[in-house]
């Protein structure tokens, strides 16, 4: 566990989520055995309008630029582009490999997510990060310990 305080500078930045020019708080992090100082985004809008995730919103918030696994409701911005689809055969079910696209969470590299298909909708029912943010290949049979299935592929 670790403790921050907010140290009162603040200086204009571009935000990692949505790009606009906004207020930053400079925040320091107490954690052993070396503290750190990070800059994090204000409360703003996006330029779409929508709360951008970026400086935080409510929980209960639905207005927002970029949701964690999700997209924006006003300009469907996303932070993932789909990598593979793996589809288990006469079944309603796929596994979803997502690559992460956006500066602020490249070094992620990849998601998994297993999905089924529910009244012609699909919808994902686990989700998992990988372990090999740098291979599609190895994230594939990262997905063969989550998902038994796909070995009989």
Do not use: Q
């Not at 970026?54 to 932070?79: K, L, M, Q, S, W």
């Not at 309603?92 to 602020?104: A, D, F, G, L």
Request: charged share 25%; glycine share 8%; aromatic share 10%.
């Amino acid at each position: 566990m670790s403790f921050a305080e907010y140290t009162g500078r603040t200086k204009p930045m571009n935000c990692t989520v949505c790009g606009a020019s906004v207020t930053h708080r400079e925040a320091r992090v107490f954690a052993a055995p070396n503290d750190r100082f990070h800059w994090t985004a204000v409360a703003h809008r996006a330029p779409c309008g929508a709360h951008c995730g970026g400086g935080g919103y409510n929980p209960d918030e639905n207005d927002v630029h970029i949701p964690p696994f999700g997209a924006c409701p006003r300009c469907g911005a996303t932070d993932t582009a789909v990598a593979r689809i793996i589809e288990r055969p006469g079944h309603s079910e796929r596994v979803v490999i997502h690559r992460y696209t956006r500066e602020y969470c490249r070094e992620l590299g990849f998601r998994i997510d297993l999905e089924a298909c529910v009244n012609g909708s699909w919808t994902v029912r686990s989700r998992w990060p990988t372990n090999h943010p740098d291979s599609l290949e190895r994230t594939v049979e990262c997905a063969k310990n989550y998902v038994p299935w796909l070995k009989e592929l």
